[in-house]
């Protein structure tokens, strides 16, 4: 796990289209990032209480 915290820009933020085929690219980068999760990190509850 990455020690370093970097805080992300919503205005410097580049959005690019994804013109594969069914969106292949999106759904592998997608899924890369979700096979380094570890299940608590999935079942995070991100609701406020109240």
């Given amino acids: 796990?990455?020690?370093d915290i970097q805080v992300l820009q919503p205005e410097e933020t580049?959005?690019?289209h994804d013109s594969s085929l069914?969106?292949?690219h999106s759904l592998l980068f997608r899924e890369a990032h979700l096979k380094?999760?570890?299940p608590d990190e999935l079942?995070?509850?991100t609701?406020?209480?109240g």
């Fill in 47 to 49: 609701k406020t209480p």
């Fill in 36 to 38: 380094q999760m570890t």
């Fill in 1 to 3: 796990m990455e020690d």
């Fill in 22 to 24: 069914g969106y292949a």
């Fill in 43 to 45: 079942c995070m509850d």
């Fill in 14 to 16: 580049q959005i690019i």
